[in-house]
Structure formats: structure tokens, C-alpha cells
């Protein structure tokens, strides 16, 4: 069976690679992203395996079909760049990796939030340098700290755990509150507006939808103790980057560690070392001292890599056995 991946990156060949039963599958790796215009290099492919910024709009999703395509396998949890009523009307299936590896998420954020506020990236630069002073360092510590998790689903429940581990008191809101296991770590819930007021670190690990667009606004920062701590692991979207700006600019928050980036397509997953830094707002966010930015590596570990690999290899091998997908992976049905 021919699947044509696109957006390849290095830890895909050698994730998907060493999976068992790749080897019934003739891999047609590409480098560049799928969309309208690149289509037609998946001619002769029953599968196409694709991640968050490949673009399957409907134009896109009829080219797949006339040549032949029968399955689309995200290699990801989000489907926003999927037209999933188109993919239905042509009779393609979606299918994805709905959890890979909670952990790698939420150990990312804390390990963010422990390098900005211990100043680690700032102290390891200067070591390098000869420099051992310890002027500007100083940080806080989590102990006997407020932390507030926006979202208490898969990633959420696991960073509050690991906040509890610091002897934190953890607040938590949540539309559908996990109360057994709340009572069971000691975690706190209440409404979103108590989190926001009441704590010196806040954690966003809610999904992006119209109503969590801008969740944090300027009039949301307000709320919020001076000095406090923002991490986002989620979507960029989440936060209304020019109003983060100007709180950073009025010294408000203490420190802010990102993972996503409101404007990160076409941006992170890329080297643009060589090109000059279009997008005015992340440059800005990358000359605050206290902003720490990655680019949406928190899944980035080997367990999530080849639990992503498992799954889909599983589902390119349904699709030739002509048995189901893998429970709980198929989109619109
Ligand atoms: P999940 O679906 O297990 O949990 C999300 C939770 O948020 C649910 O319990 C839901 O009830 C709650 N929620 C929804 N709206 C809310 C609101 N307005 N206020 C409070 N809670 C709300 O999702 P999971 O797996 O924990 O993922 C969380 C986020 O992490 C997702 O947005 C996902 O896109 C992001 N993510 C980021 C990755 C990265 O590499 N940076 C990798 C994987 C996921």
C-alpha cells in the first residue's frame, strides 16, 4: 500500500521506521506541506499522512479523491485543517491520534515554568561565558504557591499532579470537574474568575474553540495578581497576544512561558534563522527577559512519537485489511 507523508521531519522517518508492520506500507515521504497546490503528488497514494499546518480544505480533499486517495491519517490530535463535511461528502476517511502522550505535554509546562522562574536558559548562557555571578537569578519557589489549571482534561489533570508535588495548592475550573480525583490529590474547584484572581501561576490546558478565543484578554490580566506567572501549552489563539504585550510592557506579570504562539503557522517548525523575523508581535515577545518561548515541542518526546507512529501504522493496516480503524481514531462518523 502507497501513502504519501507530508511535512516530513527527521523524528518522523525514524519514529514511523521502526514501527512494526511499516514495512507493508511503501512510505512516500515529502518534505513540503499537502494543500490544493501539492495535491498531485499524492496520485497513486490510498493514504495520505499529514500533520497540523498540511492544509486539506475542500479543493484540496477533491484532488486526494480523483486520485485515488481513500484515507486521511493525522498524525496529530487537532482536525481544524481538515474539511471533515468535505472529507465525508467524497467519501474519504479521517482518522487521527486522539492522546499520545499527556505526560510530555504537561511535564513541558512545568519544566518551561521551572526554567523561567529559576532563570535556567539565563544562567546557563552565562556559565558558558565564564560568567558565575548570580545577579538577576533570583526566582521562587513552588512550595506553599497558588497554581491555577484552566482545564482539567487529559494534560491538565496530569500538570496539577505534578504541581502537587511541589507541595503548590492547585486551584482547577473546569466545565466538567473530575471530582473523585480532585479529592484525591488534594486539587481545588472553583470558577474561572476565583483561578484568575487567586493565583501566582496559571496553566491554560483547554482546547481552542470560539469560546475559549482570547480566554485571556486584557480584561482577563487585570484580574490577575501582579507578578503572576501565565504558561500556555495549548493553542496560541488562547491568549490575545497584543494585549500579553502590553502587560508584559507594564510590568504586571511576572513571566509568561509559551509553547504556541497566536501566529505560529508558517513560523515554528521551520528554521527562518537565515530570514529576517516578519511577525513584529513575536518579535517583541522574544526581547522580554522574563518570556520564555518554544515552538510546539511539548509533545515531543520518544513515548509520543511512537505512540503516534503505532496508531496510524495501525490504521494504514486496517484500511488494506478492509477491517475497522483503530477505536475512537475515526473523525466524522
Ligand atoms: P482534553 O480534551 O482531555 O481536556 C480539555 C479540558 O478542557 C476538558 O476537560 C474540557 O472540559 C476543558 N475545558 C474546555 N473549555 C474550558 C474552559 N473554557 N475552561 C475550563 N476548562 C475548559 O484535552 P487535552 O488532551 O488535555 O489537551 C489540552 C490542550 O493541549 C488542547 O488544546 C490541545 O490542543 C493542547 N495540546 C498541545 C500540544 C503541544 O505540543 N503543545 C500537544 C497536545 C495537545
Known amino acids: 500500500m502507497i501513502v504519501a507523508f507530508y511535512d516530513t521531519k527527521p523524528y518522523d522517518r525514524e519514529f514511523f521506521g521502526q ?15 499537502l494543500n490544493a497546490t501539492t495535491a498531485a503528488t499524492s496520485k497513486g497514494a490510498e493514504a495520505v499522512c499529514v500533520f497540523v499546518n498540511d492544509c486539506l480544505d475542500r479543493a484540496c480533499l477533491e484532488m486526494l479523491a480523483r486520485g485515488g486517495t481513500r484515507l486521511v491519517a493525522l498524525r496529530c490530535a487537532g482536525f481544524n485543517n481538515v474539511d471533515i463535511k468535505a472529507a465525508r461528502e467524497l467519501g474519504l476517511s479521517v482518522v487521527r491520534v486522539p492522546a499520545y ?27 558558558r561565558e565564564h560568567n558565575f555571578s548570580l545577579g538577576g537569578l533570583v526566582g521562587f519557589d513552588l512550595h506553599g504557591k497558588t497554581v491555577g489549571i484552566l482545564g482539567t482534561g ?22 466538567f470537574p473530575s471530582r473523585d480525583w480532585a479529592v484525591k490529590h ?5 470558577d474561572a474568575q476565583s483561578v484568575l484572581r487567586s493565583c501566582d501561576i496559571l496553566s491554560l490546558h483547554i482546547p481552542l474553540s470560539p469560546d475559549t478565543h482570547h480566554v485571556l484578554n486584557e480584561r482577563s490580566f487585570a484580574e490577575m495578581k501582579r507578578g503572576a506567572y501565565v504558561i500556555n501549552t495549548s493553542r496560541g489563539k488562547l491568549i490575545d497576544t497584543t494585549a500579553l504585550i502590553a502587560v508584559l510592557k507594564s510590568g504586571h506579570l ?21 530570514h529576517l523575523l516578519q511577525d513584529d508581535e513575536l518579535s517583541r515577545l522574544l526581547t522580554f527577559p522574563n518570556v520564555l518561548i518554544t515552538a510546539h515541542q511539548a ?14 501504522v495501525g490504521n494504514m493496516l486496517a484500511l488494506e485489511k478492509g477491517t475497522p480503524f483503530l477505536e475512537g481514531t475515526e473523525l466524522g462518523i
Open 254 to 274: 511576572g513571566g509568561v512561558a509559551l509553547d504556541v504562539y497566536e501566529e505560529e503557522e508558517g513560523i515554528f517548525f521551520e528554521d527562518h534563522s537565515g
Open 299 to 312: 509533545f515531543l518526546t520518544r513515548e509520543a512519537l511512537a505512540e503516534i507512529a503505532r496508531v496510524t
Open 101 to 127: 502522550s499527556p505526560h510530555a505535554v504537561a511535564e513541558h509546562a512545568v519544566g518551561l515554568l521551572l526554567t523561567l522562574n529559576r532563570k535556567i536558559h539565563r544562567a546557563h548562557n552565562r556559565v
Open 186 to 190: 488534594g486539587i481545588e474547584y472553583t
Open 19 to 33: 514501527t512494526p508492520g511499516e514495512d507493508r506500507v511503501a512510505w512516500r515521504f515529502h518534505d513540503f506541506r
Open 154 to 175: 487529559k494534560i491538565g489533570r496530569i500538570a496539577a499532579q505534578i504541581f502537587r508535588g511541589f507541595d503548590s495548592r492547585v486551584l482547577a475550573s473546569d466545565p
